[in-house]
Every structure is written in C-alpha cells, then in structure tokens.
C-alpha cells in the first residue's frame, strides 16, 4: 500500500539520508528508528506529504502521492510532535472540531466516548491550556480513535505519556493493525507490538 | 468545513471576547488619539475625519491580522487542516470571513460615533458607514495574503504590515476619498463601485493565493 | 411647578429628546447593571442546587 | 458601635454581613432617587439660559463624580489586595470596574446628548471631557486585562497593577490634557455657565449625587456577593450552604 | 547581567534584521498613508506633521511591545530568567533598554526625513527629534508594563494597546505639543523639561512594576 | 537540605494534592511519581520557586525560600517541559547566554566542550530551530554541565532523548549527585541511579 522509493532528504547541506526503500501492505506496522537528528521527523513529514523529498518517489497503492493530492490526505492521519489542540477551547471541543476538519463530523457523544477511552472524561470541559503535559498528548491522540483513516503516521507518540496511557496506545494500535490498517511511527521508548508483522527502519 | 471553519473561529473569539472588544478600542482609541496630538480646532479635525477613521480602521484590521494563522500555526492546527481532504482555499476563505466578521463587523458599527466626535455631518457619516462596510472585508481578504506569507517568521507582526500596508492603499484612497467627495459636494458613487469592485476580486483570487501561501509557509 | 400640562412636561421647552435621552438610557443602563448580576446569580444559584428561599432565611438569621 | 472588622474581612462573613446591608442601601437609593427627581423636575425652577435642557444636570454631575470616585476606590482596593493578599479587597476592585465604568458612559451620554443643544455639538475635545474619555479607556482596559486571564488570584494581581499605574497616572493625565487644551485658543465654550445655581437645583443636584452614593454600595456589595460565591466554590461554608440548599 | 541581556536582545535583533526594519517601515509607511487619505494641501499638512508623526512613533513602538516578552515566554527563557539570582528589576530595564534601541532609535533618527516630507521648518525639525529621543524611552519603559501583564494571553497584542495607550496620552501630548508651540513661535522648553520628568519617573518605577507583573504572568 | 512541608497545590477547582511532606539531604534523589495530571509539573515549580504553594511551606538548608529569594535561586537549576533556548540563535550562542543569564558566565571553549559532551559538536553554529527534538532537549540540558548549583529540578528530562542520550544524563546524574548534589525530577521513563540513595514520591 505505502511505498518508499530511493527517498532522500538533504537539510541546509547535510544529507539526513538517502536510498531508503520499504513497502508497507495492510496491516502492516513500520517503526522508524535512529538517534536524534537523523531524519525521522523528516521522513514522516515526507510521507504525509507535509514536504517533498529531495529525490525519490512516495507511493500510495501503486500512485505516486503528489499526483493524489487531497485524495490521499483523506487517507492519512498525522500526530507530530505537536499537538494541534487550541489552548483556549475545551478538550471535548477540540477534539469535535479537529476531527470535523480531518473530515469526521462527530457527535458530542462520540467524543465524550473517545475522550473517556483516554482517560479525561472528567476533564472535558477544561480548556487544553490547563491541562498537564500528558493530557494535552492524550487530547491529541484521541483523534486516533476517531479518525479512521486506513494510515496512521505517529511521530514520537509515547512523549509524556505514563505508563497506562502508554498501554492504551498500544492497544490502539494493535487493533487498528489487525482491521488492515498501516502505520509508521517513531519511538525512542519500546513499544511491543506482538499482533502483527512489524517492520523496522534504522536511520543513520 | 466552510461551516465548521467559520463556527469555530467564532467560538474561541467568543471564548476570548476580548479579542472582538480589543480590536474596537484599538480603533476607538487611535481615532481619539489624533486630536490630542493635532489639536482640538474642530475644523481642521473635520477635515481630517475621513482619513484618520480610514486609517485606523486598516490598522486595526491589520493588527488583528497575527491572529489569523498563527495560533493554529503554532499549536499544529494549521498543519492538520492542510492534511485535511477538503479544498484549502474555501478553508482558507471561512477563515477570512470569520475574522472579517469578529473584527470588520465592529469597526463598521463603531465608525459613525466616531465621526460624531469628529463633528461629521449625518450624510457623511452615512457614506463612511457604507464605505467601511464594503472596503473592510477587502481588508480581510488580503491580509489573509500577508498573514500566510510571515507565518512562522517572527516579528511577522511588523513584517505583516510592510506586505499589505501597499496594498491596502487602493482601498483607503477610495473609501477616504468617497466621505471626503461627499463633504465637498461631488458625487461619490464612482468611489464606491470602486471598492465594490475590488472586494469582488479580492473574493477570487485572495483565497486561493492565500492557500498557496500557507503550503509554502509549512513545507 | 413649571408645569401646566402633561404633554410641556414631556416636551421639556423643545428639549425634550435630550433631556429624556439622557435619562432613559441612564435608567436602561442601570436596569441593565441590576439585570446582568442578578443573572449572574441565578446561574450560580442553579449550579449549586441554592434554592433562593433558604439562600435568604440563611442571610437574614 | 462594637463591630470586628477582622471577623468581616473574611470573605465568608463578609457574604452574610453584605447580605444584611444591601436591602437598606437599596432602600435609601430608591427613596433618594424619587426625592431628588421630584426637586429636579417639579421643583427646580426653568433656567434663564438653558431652559429646561439644563435639567440633564441631575444625572450627569453625580455620574461625572461617580466614575471619577471610584476608580480611586477601585485603585485602593486593588492596591491593600496586591500589597496584604487579602482576597476580600481584590474581589471588591473587581466588583467596582464595571459600576464605575457605566457611570463614566452615562457621564459621556449625558453630557454628549448636553453638548448638542447648548453648544451645538455633540463633542468637542475640551479637557475635562477628554479625560473622562481616557478615564473610560482605563475601565475598560482593567476589565480586559481581568477577563483575559482565568485564574482569578492572578487577574486579581494583574488588575491591581494596572489600576495603581493608572491611578498615578490620572494626574498626570488630567493635567495634561488641561494644559494641551489651553495653550491652543482653546475651545470656544467652557463648563462653567451656571455660576450661580439656585439654591433648589443645587439641592436636587446633591441629593442625586447621595442617591448614585447609596446605589453604587448596594449594586457592588451585590456583586461582590457573586463574585464571593464563583469563587469561593471549593470552600467548607460555600459547600455547607450547597448542602443546605440541597435538602430543601 | 544587564549587559548579557542587552548583549543577547540585540543579537537576536541582527539575527532578525526584519524586526528592527518592519518597525521602521511601519512608520514611514503610517506617516505616509496620511497625505494619501487626508489629500494634498500643505498648509494642512503642516500642521498636522507633529501629530502624525507622534501617532505613528507611538503605534510602531507599541506594535514590537508583543516581542518584548513573549517569545521569551513561549519558548521557556523568561522562567530561567525568573529563576535567575539577579535582581528581576534590573534585567527588565535592560529589556526595556534594548528595545528602545531597536525600535525606538531608528524612529528618532528617521524622524527628521519624514517632517521634511510634510515641509516642518529645520527648527521644528530639530525639536521634533529631540522629543522623540526623551520620548520614545517613556515609551517603551511604559510598554514593558503592559507587555508583562498581557504575557500568554492570547490576543494580547490588541489587549496590550488598550492596557498602554491611555498612559502614553500625557507623552503624546507633550511630543507632538512642543513641536506646535514651536512652530507657533512659542517656547518649548516647558514641554521638554516635563517629558524628562515623564522619563525619569518611568525610569524608576516601570521596571519595578514589570518585574511584578512578570512574577504574577508566570505564576 | 530541601525540605517540603504539608504542600498543598490547587489548580482551578481541583485539589492535586496536600499533605506532601519530604525532606532530601545532599546526595539525595527525589524521583517524582505519579500519573498524568497529578501534578508533578505543580509541585516542581513550587519547589524553584515560581510559583506559591496553597498550604505549606518549601524549606532550603532549614530556611524558607520565600524569604530566600534571590540567593536561592542561584542555588537552583530547573529545567522544565519547554527548553528555554532562542531559536534563532545558535546553539553556542544558546548556551553561553543561558548560562550567563543563570550566573555563569563562561568562555566559548567552555561551551564547546559541554556541546561536545551533549554530542552536538557538529551542530555548534546552526540556529536551534532547525534541529530536531531531541537536539534541542539536549541544548537545553548542556546547561547541567556548566551550572553547577547543588540543587537540580529536572521535569522530565529524558523526553525525546535517544537511548545514548538518556546514558549521558544518566551519568551527569550520577556524577552530581556524588558530588553532594541534590536531584528532584519526573520521569514517565526508567532510570537506574545505582550510585545513590533514591527516594520515591508518590502523587494521586
Ligand atoms: C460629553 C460631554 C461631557 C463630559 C464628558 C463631561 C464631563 C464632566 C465631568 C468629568 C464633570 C465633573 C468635573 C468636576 O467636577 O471637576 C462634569 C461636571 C459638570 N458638567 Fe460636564 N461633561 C460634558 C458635557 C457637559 C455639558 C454639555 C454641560 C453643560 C452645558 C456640562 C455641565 C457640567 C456642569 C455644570 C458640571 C458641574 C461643574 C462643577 O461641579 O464644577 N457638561 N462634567
Ligand atoms: N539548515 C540545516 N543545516 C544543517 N543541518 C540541518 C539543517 N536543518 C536541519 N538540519 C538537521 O536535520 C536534522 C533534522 O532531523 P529530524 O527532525 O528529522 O530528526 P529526528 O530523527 O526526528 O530526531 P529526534 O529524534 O530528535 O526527533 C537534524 O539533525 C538537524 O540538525
Ligand atoms: N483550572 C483548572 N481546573 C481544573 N483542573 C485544572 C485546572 N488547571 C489545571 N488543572 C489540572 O491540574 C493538573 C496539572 O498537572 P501537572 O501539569 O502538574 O501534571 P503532571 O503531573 O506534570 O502531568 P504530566 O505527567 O502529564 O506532565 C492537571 O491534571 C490539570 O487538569
Ligand atoms: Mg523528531
Ligand atoms: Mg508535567
């Protein structure tokens, strides 16, 4: 479904990497490895198609995904390093609305639900700007459990997470892999995947 | 989307209301700043009505501008929304309507005090109501332009204004213009369809050169 | 008095839209003022389950 | 009189105190307001000048006053909250802004809806007016700045420290704003046309003045009250009094 | 300390040239929207000069006031330098005193270019400049003030004008007051001696009440 | 040394905790627990002295360190969830001036020597903004090397590290803390500190 071909990324005049190659099927996990700096931010930002690669192809069931456009971002969803939450609206408001923008209207009651699943129902109505380093991660990743596109790209997901919201995550993902959906992410810390055939892809 | 856009841009302004009442005393202020370093000679100040109300109008308009993108640049919100599956532009287009809506609206209703202090007379007022009505969305528009470009930059706040300062002019000539005909006399609708006209170009084209924008501004 | 009908008095000699201009609006805005901390109020109220006659027999013991 | 002010300065017995008071501040502001109408409108003569318009006079001076009044209030309370991190006072500033706030836009009204027919305008830029302009200004400004901040501890320190920059200010400003005005010509009318008021509407004057005194009281101690309740939801005595309303 | 940070803001200010540069192009570019909008007779013109020129040095020094603090805010400085040993006071006067040499310098040594735009006669020139330069410092020790206390607030950068422009009034008034009584054959002295008042009581206190506001910002 | 004494800490209507008694001697590491929202991040800034505790007092060397104020914070050095670098200066510039600004004023080999322990020789003169997470998290703890104040509060340092990364602070742990220092820090991750006593507190 997801393939790499001969990516390369050059940044100011350091080349991050080159000549990477994979092919991700369904249900497939890839998990992008390498010390900081070397290039996995890029990468992912690359696949989700946030900015070109200085050489290579990304292609998404066999079409090149600069020729796809909106059809493909329809297909992806992305969590990066950022949280994409507005400080200033509730937690169950951001997430109504971020998910209304990825194209999944959600009733309030799906969201309470999802944000429940996160542990932050008694939260809901607190705007994100109160909240803990952790929660504001929390609040962003229950998109996951909204967003049902088939790809899910995870920049460093596990960041501030404790030890049950980590589990959750992982839960969340073994379950999105055996439905036949793809993802690539990147972790420092472990992560055990045991459900499914996963791929690892060192850089640097 | 183009809904969900627009309600949401209005839902954190009204969660902020001071974001709506700052922008409306900025301008109240500015235009009350102006006798108090000119003088307070009443003729001199009608004379120069038109043009400070325009003035201050743009700069409110204009300072409000940061607020456009960069809190969705700076919290991820904005990358997400070019993820989205939707056209960027009308994105992009409810954005600018939202904040012409939370800022523009105010303005155009604040105007006529305002001139009242200026000592205008009613049918002036009347044409700088109209005016600022149809010339402060215009502002909205292009200075969506501006924001895209400088996000991210800092100090785009400054540098947001050396952008669309020029190409508000056309805009400012006219709607000043057009109160300052009227006072003299002559007729101003030519002043008018004018601003009309920009307003509808700005319509077409400013969205989509703003969705340019911001995909340039996030590679 | 100054007086000597109903329709002099409303018409305050010609300055009548002045005179009760200034003290309509005078009256809405404190209207307005009582009106925005009473609601004020009764949302908290409302919140906290008070019911307003125990609120006062608590105040006035 | 043998009253513990330590024991009212607590927010708690400070609710139920301003409980008791406000009803007979209520009381004295509505019998001053109908007392002061009467004399200003049946029994004040018609001026020889103005005629009738001067009759805006009643509302316009003791709201003049007003605004001026208690921003320094305001000020001071922010000030003790600031400097003794007493949250009682800092709640009353909070409560003041927006009594003081409206009377400077009556201030404004009146004397704007004045202007026109006595001077022909609704606005010139004289001193004294321009300073209740800017006296507006810094209202709204304080109120602002609270609303834009959610933790109250910090809007109240916050608030503090722009009413005491201003207050310093207001001099300053005042006096400026006099000299900027008559080193020019210098606007064509001034204020001062009624030198000599008949003792009668000086009369009505005052006792406008006592009753804007008494309802400004009651509509703060009012809104202190909620302000009181918001804040204080986490407290034993505000949960007792849930509980009591609870049962019934 | 003081030294250090100064050292630092100013860096930061080349690193960014566009800062220091939008702040003067905001200037010039409001300075010369007036003509446009108020037309062209020069004895109007001339009397307004000082006032537009005082307006305009006024907002630009306002609109850089967000920078002050609050990228420090955001990306975590300010609460290493709340943490610092040194007195807090001291290190906000030296924020203050960078940026009044990044935004207020190039504002005073502009000024004199623009009055001759509007044909102000050399003296009149001479004493606009000198007001700016005892002005603009007021000006920014004032800003700091407001900058502090609008820290993380969003929308902050209109708030910030409404919580600082009344207290500029008095300054304004004086500036651009000097000017016109020159231009009017008038002394001016009285004017320049009250801006220094104006600039030593703010010399003292605004870096105090800074330094507070920022503890409250930050808590 | 540092001594907690029945903190309390509020945050908005909520009680995070109260009845927080602690008392960490030289040498000493406090590793602060708790899930997401406990307030970990609270009670760390009470500690530096940002912000008041609801109830309680903090003690540093049996005095209190409201009344401490300056002098106990050049005691101190926090490093929180953001990083505190400029990110248009680089990462030299990023350094000597923090360090500066903190009280310690030193040489431009000095740095270069810190940045060469952090591994970020190669990346000396590049503006902070253009590295990756990880980089910057190790700008920001560089600090550690040239600060040496007996008292380090440390929020979740080991965010975004890569494995060699978390050994280096590891170490410089170990190391302060031989030296007499005292250690308070959070962390969702595993540290081993062999070397020292380590004491565990405990939050919701
Ligand atoms: C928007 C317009 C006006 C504003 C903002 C305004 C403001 C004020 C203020 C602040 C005061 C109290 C000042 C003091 O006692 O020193 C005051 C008092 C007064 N105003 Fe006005 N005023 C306005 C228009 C007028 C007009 C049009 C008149 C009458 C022609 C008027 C007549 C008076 C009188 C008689 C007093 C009491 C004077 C005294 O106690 O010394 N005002 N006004
Ligand atoms: N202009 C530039 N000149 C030189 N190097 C650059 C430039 N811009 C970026 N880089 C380098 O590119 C790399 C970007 O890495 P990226 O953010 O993709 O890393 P990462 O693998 O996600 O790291 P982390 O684990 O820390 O998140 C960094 O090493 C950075 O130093
Ligand atoms: N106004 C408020 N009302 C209710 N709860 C609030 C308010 N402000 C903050 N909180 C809560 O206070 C807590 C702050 O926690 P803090 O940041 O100290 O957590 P933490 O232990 O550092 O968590 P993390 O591991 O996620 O960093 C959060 O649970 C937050 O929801
Ligand atoms: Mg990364
Ligand atoms: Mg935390």
């Known amino acids: ?204 | 989307m183009f809904g969900w856009i627009i309600k949401r841009d209005l839902l954190l302004a009204m969660r902020r209301q001071s974001d709506v009442l700052t922008t409306l005393f900025f301008f109240i202020i500015v235009v009350s700043l102006f006798p108090l370093s000119v003088g307070p000679e009443m003729n001199m100040l009608r004379t120069m009505a038109p043009g400070v109300v325009w003035v201050a109008a743009l700069l409110a308009s204009m300072l409000s501008l940061g607020r456009m993108f960069s809190n969705d640049y700076l919290d991820g919100t904005l990358e997400q929304m070019l993820l989205s599956p939707q056209s960027l532009s009308l994105l992009v287009l409810g954005k600018a309507l939202a904040h012409w809506l939370v800022t523009g609206v105010p303005l155009v209703l604040m105007a006529p005090i305002l001139g009242i202090q200026y000592d205008l007379p009613a049918e002036a007022l009347y044409v700088l109501t109209t005016t600022l009505l149809l010339g402060t969305p215009v502002l909205s528009l292009i200075g969506s332009i501006g924001a895209a470009l400088t996000l991210g930059l800092r100090g785009g706040g400054v540098l947001v204004s050396l952008l669309v300062l020029p190409l508000y002019i056309p805009v400012l000539i006219f709607g000043a213009g057009a109160v300052e005909a009227n006072m003299a006399g002559v007729g101003f609708n030519a002043h008018l369809s004018l601003i009309g006209a920009f307003l509808l170009v700005s319509l077409v084209f400013a969205p989509w050169a703003t969705a340019s924008s911001l995909r340039v501004s996030l590679e | 008095m100054s007086w000597s009908s109903v329709s002099e008095f409303f018409s305050m000699g010609g300055y009548g839209l002045y005179v009760w201009g200034s003290y309509i609006v005078t009256f809405i805005c404190i209207a307005g003022e009582i009106l925005l901390i009473s609601n004020r109020r009764r949302t908290l109220e409302k919140q906290y389950g008070l019911i307003h006659g125990v609120n006062r027999k608590r105040d006035s013991k | 009189m043998a009253i513990n002010w330590f024991k009212y300065s607590s927010p708690a017995s400070f609710y139920f105190l301003a409980g008791k008071m406000i009803p007979i501040f209520v009381f004295a502001a509505v019998i001053l307001l109908i007392a002061g109408l009467y004399v200003g409108f049946f029994v004040a003569p018609t001026d020889f000048q103005q005629g009738e318009a001067y009759r805006i006079i009643f509302i316009h001076v003791p709201a003049a006053w007003m605004s001026m009044f208690l921003y320094v209030v305001m000020a001071f309370w922010a000030g003790i909250g600031l400097a003794f991190n007493t949250r009682l006072s800092s709640m009353f500033a909070t409560a003041i802004a927006p009594t003081g706030a409206m009377f400077t836009f009556i201030a404004l009204w009146t004397g704007a809806l004045w202007g026109k027919p006595m001077w022909g305008t609704w606005w010139v830029w004289d001193a004294r007016l321009t300073s209740e302009l800017i006296l507006l200004f810094l209202y709204i400004g304080f109120m602002s700045l609270q609303a834009a901040i959610d933790d109250p501890r910090r809007a109240d320190k916050a608030g503090a420290i722009i009413a005491l920059v201003g207050v310093v200010n207001i001099p300053i400003i005042y006096f400026s704003v006099q000299w900027w005005n008559t080193l020019h010509q210098g606007a064509s009318v001034s204020i001062n046309q009624a030198p000599s008021m008949a003792t009668t509407m000086l009369m009505g004057m005052l006792i406008m003045v006592l009753a804007s005194w008494m309802y400004s009281i009651a509509v703060i101690l009012k809104r202190a009250r909620v302000i009181i309740l918001e804040r204080e939801s986490h407290t034993a005595w505000v949960a007792e009094l849930r509980k009591k309303g609870a049962e019934q």
């Not at chain 1, 100011?12 to 010390?35: T, W, Y």
């Not at chain 1, 309470?112 to 504001?136: D, H, N, T």
């Open chain 1, 1 to 204: 479904m997801l393939q790499g071909i001969n990516l390369a990324c050059i940044r100011g005049d350091r080349e991050l990497f080159k000549n990477i190659n994979f092919s991700l099927e369904a249900g497939g996990l890839m998990q992008v490895h390498g010390p900081n700096g070397s290039g996995k931010t890029s990468l992912l930002r690359m696949l989700c198609g946030l900015s070109n690669p200085a050489a290579g192809e990304i292609h998404w069931c066999g079409t090149a995904i600069r020729s796809l456009d909106g059809d493909y971002f329809a297909a992806v969803t992305y969590i990066g390093h950022l949280s994409g939450t507005k400080d200033d609206l509730t937690v169950i408001e951001n997430l109504c609305i971020s998910s209304a923008l990825a194209g999944f209207e959600i009733s309030v009651d799906q969201a309470s639900e999802a944000l429940k699943y996160m542990g932050l129902s008694e939260r809901e109505s607190l705007p994100v700007k109160v909240l803990s380093q952790g929660q504001r991660r929390r609040v962003a990743l229950a998109r996951l459990l909204i967003c049902k596109t088939p790809l899910w790209i995870l920049d460093e997901p596990l960041v501030a997470l404790d030890v049950m919201a980590v589990k959750l995550i992982q839960g969340l993902l073994e379950q999105h892999l055996q439905q036949g959906g793809l993802v690539v992410m990147t972790t420092h810390q472990e992560i055990e995947i045991t459900t499914a055939p996963v791929m690892q892809l060192q850089l640097a």
